[in-house]
C-alpha cells in the first residue's frame, strides 16, 4: 500500500497546480492523467525562463530563494557515493514515449535500493544540454532516471553523455527515439521500441557517482531531492544527438550556486539594488520645484552638500538670521526689488534692507511642475539648483 508523510502530503497539494509537464510528471506529486499530456506553463527562455520562474506561480518561490538548487557544477568537493546502489529495471518491448513540451519522456517501471530505501522508478527524461557540469565541463545530453520512495522522497539517477568519435552510441537511446517522428509536436505520445538497460545499469552499479542533495531542475524547484550522477558519459553518435535535440531544441536550466549557498538570482536582485556599481540603482528622483517651496515657506534655511558626483544630500535648517548677500550673477535683471524674502520662524515678516514690515503669507498656485509660490523669487545662489536632483531613498 502507498503511503505518505504528513509534510510530504502537504508539499504535494502546495505543488500540484504548479507541477504541469515537470521533472515531478508521473510521481506522487503529480499523477498522470491517462491519454492527457499537460503543455508546460514554463520554459527555457525569455519572461518565463529560469530567470522568472518563480513569478510564474507562488508555489515557485524556491527557484529563486532556495539554498540547494539545481543543477549545480559537480566539484571534486562534492563527494562520491559511499555504496553502490542496486538498480533494477526489466527490460521491455515497448514503452509510452511523450513528448511533454518541455522534455521527452518514458514513462516505466523500475526499482533503485540505496542506503537502506527502496525507491520506484517512474519515469526517465531527457535534457540538452546536459544541466550538471562535471568539473565545469558541459556534455550534450543528460538523462534523469526519477524514483520516489514510499515516503515520498526523490531520488535522480543523472547520465551524461558524450558525442563519440567512432560512432559509437548507446542502444538505449536509439530504441528510445526509434518512432522520434511521431512525437514531433508537444502533448503528442507515441510507443519507443525494445529497450534494453544492460549498459546502463552496469555503468551506474560499478562507477563513481556524484551524491548531494538539490532540488528539481523544473519548477517548481522543489528541494530535498537527491542526485546520484554519473562520473564517466556514456556514448552517443551524432546522428541520434541530433535527433532528440531538433525535437527538444533547449532545455536546460542555468547553473545554481554551491549547495547552502545564496540562490543566483538573490545575488543578482542584491546586486541590482546598488549593491554592485550602478550608482543610481538606489537613488530617487526629486521635484526641486517642490522643495524650492516648502522652503520658502519654512522660514528656514537650505543646506545642501554634494557628498558624490551623483549624490546630493539636502536638509532645512532653523534660521539663523543671517542671509547671504547672492552674487551679481545669481540676481535676475528682471526682478523685482520689492518682492519679501521670509528670514524669521513662520511670522510673515519681510526684511527688505534694515526694515521689517508684516505682509500676508503668500498663497500657492498649481502649476504642472508642482507647487510654486507667486512671484519670480530666486533663493540664495547656494540654494539654486536644476530642476531635478538626485537624494538617497
Given at each position: 500500500?502507498f503511503?505518505?508523510?504528513?509534510a510530504n ?6 505543488f500540484?497546480a504548479?507541477?504541469?509537464a515537470?521533472?515531478l510528471h508521473n510521481?506522487?506529486?503529480m499523477?498522470?492523467e491517462?491519454?492527457k ?11 518565463t525562463g529560469?530567470?522568472n520562474?518563480a513569478?510564474l ?8 530563494t532556495?539554498?540547494?538548487?539545481s ?11 559511499t555504496t553502490?546502489p ?10 509510452e514515449?511523450e513528448n511533454?513540451g518541455?522534455?521527452l519522456e ?5 526499482n533503485?535500493?540505496?542506503e537502506?530505501?527502496?525507491y520506484n522508478?517512474?519515469?526517465f527524461h ?5 544541466e550538471?557540469?562535471i568539473?565545469?565541463e558541459?556534455?550534450p545530453?543528460e538523462?534523469?532516471f ?5 515516503a515520498?522522497?526523490?531520488?535522480v539517477?543523472?547520465i ?19 518512432n522520434?517522428a511521431d512525437?514531433?509536436?508537444?502533448a503528442t505520445?507515441t510507443?519507443?521500441?525494445?529497450l534494453d538497460?544492460?549498459?546502463?545499469l ?8 556524484f551524491q ?8 517548481p524547484c522543489?528541494?530535498?531531492?537527491q542526485?546520484?550522477i554519473?562520473?564517466a558519459p556514456?556514448p552517443?553518435d551524432?546522428k ?6 531538433k525535437v527538444m531544441k ?11 549557498e545564496a ?5 543578482a536582485q ?10 543610481t ?5 526629486v521635484?526641486v ?8 515657506s519654512s ?5 545642501y ?6 549624490e546630493t544630500t539636502?536638509e532645512?535648517?532653523?534660521d539663523?538670521?543671517?542671509v ?7 540676481v ?10 521670509p528670514?524669521d520662524g513662520g511670522?510673515?515678516?519681510t ?6 514690515t508684516?505682509?500676508e ?12 509660490a507667486p512671484?519670480?523669487v530666486?533663493?540664495?545662489a547656494h540654494?539654486?539648483r536644476?530642476n531635478?536632483?538626485?537624494r538617497?531613498?
Amino acid at each position: 500500500m502507498f503511503s505518505i508523510s504528513p509534510a510530504n502530503f502537504l508539499i504535494a497539494v502546495s505543488f500540484l497546480a504548479s507541477a504541469r509537464a515537470t521533472c515531478l510528471h508521473n510521481t506522487y506529486l503529480m499523477r498522470r492523467e491517462e491519454g492527457k499530456i499537460p503543455l508546460p506553463t514554463f520554459s527555457y527562455s525569455g519572461s518565463t525562463g529560469p530567470v522568472n520562474w518563480a513569478g510564474l506561480n507562488e508555489n515557485n518561490t524556491a527557484c529563486a530563494t532556495g539554498s540547494t538548487q539545481s543543477p549545480i557544477v559537480l566539484t571534486d568537493a562534492i563527494p562520491f557515493a559511499t555504496t553502490q546502489p542496486k538498480w533494477h529495471i526489466e527490460n521491455v518491448h515497448e514503452a509510452e514515449f511523450e513528448n511533454l513540451g518541455s522534455t521527452l519522456e518514458v514513462i516505466l517501471e523500475g526499482n533503485l535500493d540505496f542506503e537502506g530505501t527502496v525507491y520506484n522508478l517512474k519515469q526517465f527524461h531527457m535534457h540538452t544540454p546536459s544541466e550538471h557540469r562535471i568539473r565545469d565541463e558541459y556534455y550534450p545530453l543528460e538523462v534523469h532516471f526519477v524514483h520516489v520512495s514510499d515516503a515520498g522522497d526523490i531520488t535522480v539517477v543523472g547520465i551524461p553523455f558524450e558525442l563519440s568519435e567512432d560512432g559509437k552510441t548507446t542502444a538505449l537511446l536509439t530504441e528510445t527515439i526509434k518512432n522520434l517522428a511521431d512525437v514531433v509536436e508537444p502533448a503528442t505520445a507515441t510507443k519507443t521500441g525494445p529497450l534494453d538497460f544492460s549498459e546502463v545499469l552496469a555503468a551506474v552499479s560499478h562507477q563513481n557517482l556524484f551524491q548531494y542533495k538539490g532540488s528539481l531542475t523544473t519548477p517548481p524547484c522543489k528541494e530535498g531531492v537527491q542526485f546520484l550522477i554519473l562520473e564517466a558519459p556514456l556514448p552517443i553518435d551524432v546522428k541520434t544527438y541530433n535527433a532528440i535535440k531538433k525535437v527538444m531544441k533547449f532545455n536546460s536550466r542555468f547553473t545554481q550556486n554551491t549547495p547552502g549557498e545564496a540562490n543566483v538570482i538573490e545575488l543578482a536582485q542584491h546586486q541590482a539594488g546598488g549593491a554592485g556599481n550602478n550608482e543610481t540603482a538606489d537613488a530617487t528622483i526629486v521635484n526641486v520645484d517642490e522643495l524650492m517651496a516648502a522652503f520658502l515657506s519654512s522660514g528656514k534655511k537650505m543646506k545642501y552638500q554634494t557628498v558624490t558626483k551623483t549624490e546630493t544630500t539636502v536638509e532645512l535648517v532653523e534660521d539663523d538670521g543671517e542671509v547671504p548677500e547672492p552674487t551679481p550673477t545669481d540676481v535676475p535683471t528682471d526682478i523685482p526689488t520689492d518682492v519679501p524674502v521670509p528670514t524669521d520662524g513662520g511670522e510673515n515678516s519681510t526684511s527688505v534692507g534694515e526694515e521689517t514690515t508684516s505682509t500676508e503669507a503668500p498663497a500657492e498656485t498649481e502649476t504642472d511642475g508642482g507647487m510654486h509660490a507667486p512671484g519670480p523669487v530666486t533663493p540664495p545662489a547656494h540654494a539654486r539648483r536644476s530642476n531635478m536632483a538626485r537624494r538617497r531613498a
